[in-house]
């Protein structure tokens, strides 16, 4: 049979129906996005405005900041003017366009966070290879790689998902178009596309955490060998914030996609969604940056110039 979409539109269920909740969580999601785009703006501008951050790992944070802003601005608008106004429909092609460019933004912030493990590795272990290892090249290279990764992963999730039929139910149980959440609401045989997503993502993301532990099974080796105190820190303090974003960001992502649609409870799947679409983005400048002399010192620079 030819597969036919009957909806025209979606209802996204929401967090909450609780018109108690409705105004604290409003005000909870608009402060974090708020948060998202001053802490990543600000890190992007110092990135640009600072010389002394025109470096690999500037530059790859720069992008990471830039994803965030883009793939947090994909779902957070709109379930903040969901809380305002109570308004939880969503067209087809609003909610294909959604689930399109979350999907690319992610996959991109995967593939992101291998390309700075690699920079890391070759900061710690090859030190004196640095230069010549990570020229502008080869930054172009990797982050040109990323983005082209994200909207080959994005393309394939949307069309498996789009590829369904949709004529029983049009009601969204997730505060955004998730692909695992319209899926389930299909009238066809879904189990060949749950399958594809599942294939596809479990490449992504234990081929990036398969990257990353070697990486830093070399790095974590090269510092137990050190000498200098100073240098251990040093390399242990940016290994310590890299993995912690890294374990929020895969941990959310594998409990999200990595098991049957069977197996999802929707209350649970929600919580973790807002952690990586909104809680991760405003974390990420303050994880890498504030705890980082540069920035500081590049953000200390110009407020002194601006006054």
Same mark, same amino acid.
């Given at each position: 049979?030819?597969?036919?979409?009957e909806v025209s539109h979606?209802?996204?269920?929401?967090?909450t129906?609780?018109?108690? &909740?409705q &105004?604290?969580? +409003?005000?909870?999601f608009l402060?974090?996005?708020? +948060?998202?785009l001053?802490g990543?703006l600000g890190l992007?501008?110092?990135?640009?405005?600072?010389s002394?951050?025109?470096?690999?790992?500037?530059?790859?944070?720069?992008?990471?900041?830039?994803?965030?802003?883009?793939y947090s601005s994909?779902?957070?608008?709109?379930?903040?003017?969901g809380?305002l106004t109570?308004?939880?429909?969503?067209s087809?092609?609003?909610?294909?366009s959604?689930?399109?460019?979350? /999907?690319?933004? /992610?996959?991109?912030?995967?593939?992101?966070l291998v390309s700075?493990a690699?920079?890391?590795?070759?900061?710690?272990?090859k030190?004196?290879?640095y230069?010549?290892t990570?020229t502008?090249?080869?930054?172009?290279s990797?982050?040109?790689g990323?983005?082209?990764?994200?909207?080959?992963?994005?393309?394939?999730?949307t069309?498996d998902? &789009?590829?369904?039929?949709?004529c029983?139910?049009?009601?969204?149980?997730?505060? +955004?178009?998730?692909v695992?959440?319209?899926?389930?609401?299909?009238?066809?045989?879904?189990h060949?596309?749950?399958?594809?997503?599942?294939?596809?993502?479990?490449?992504?993301?234990?081929?990036?955490?398969v990257?990353?532990?070697?990486? !830093?099974? +070399?790095?974590?080796?090269n510092?137990l060998?050190?000498?200098?105190?100073?240098g251990?820190r040093?390399a242990l303090?940016?290994?310590?914030?890299h993995?912690?974003?890294?374990s929020?960001?895969?941990?959310?992502i594998i409990?999200?996609?990595?098991?049957?649609s069977?197996?999802?409870?929707?209350d649970t799947?929600?919580?973790?969604?807002?952690?990586y679409?909104?809680?991760?983005?405003?974390?990420?400048?303050?994880v !890498?940056?504030?705890?980082?002399?540069?920035?500081?010192?590049?953000f200390?620079k110009?407020l002194?110039?601006? &006054?």
């Amino acid at each position: 049979m030819e597969n036919r979409t009957e909806v025209s539109h979606f209802i996204l269920v929401g967090l909450t129906n609780d018109p108690q &909740l409705q &105004l604290p969580l +409003f005000i909870t999601f608009l402060l974090i996005y708020t +948060f998202t785009l001053i802490g990543n703006l600000g890190l992007i501008l110092l990135i640009l405005l600072d010389s002394r951050l025109h470096t690999p790992m500037y530059i790859f944070l720069g992008n990471l900041s830039l994803v965030d802003i883009c793939y947090s601005s994909t779902i957070t608008p709109k379930v903040i003017a969901g809380f305002l106004t109570g308004d939880t429909i969503i067209s087809y092609n609003a909610c294909a366009s959604q689930m399109f460019f979350f /999907a690319n933004f /992610a996959n991109v912030e995967n593939y992101l966070l291998v390309s700075m493990a690699y920079d890391r590795y070759v900061a710690v272990c090859k030190p004196l290879h640095y230069a010549t290892t990570m020229t502008t090249r080869m930054c172009m290279s990797l982050l040109i790689g990323c983005y082209i990764c994200g909207l080959l992963n994005a393309s394939i999730y949307t069309m498996d998902a &789009l590829s369904l039929s949709f004529c029983e139910s049009n009601v969204i149980h997730h505060f +955004f178009c998730d692909v695992l959440a319209v899926m389930i609401i299909s009238c066809s045989d879904r189990h060949v596309n749950e399958m594809i997503l599942v294939y596809v993502a479990s490449f992504n993301i234990f081929f990036a955490l398969v990257l990353i532990i070697i990486s !830093y099974t +070399f790095i974590f080796t090269n510092i137990l060998k050190m000498h200098s105190t100073a240098g251990y820190r040093k390399a242990l303090s940016t290994c310590a914030s890299h993995f912690t974003v890294i374990s929020i960001f895969y941990g959310a992502i594998i409990f999200m996609y990595l098991q049957p649609s069977s197996s999802h409870s929707m209350d649970t799947d929600e919580i973790a969604s807002v952690f990586y679409t909104m809680v991760i983005p405003m974390l990420n400048p303050l994880v !890498y940056s504030l705890r980082n002399k540069d920035v500081k010192s590049a953000f200390t620079k110009i407020l002194l110039k601006s &006054l």
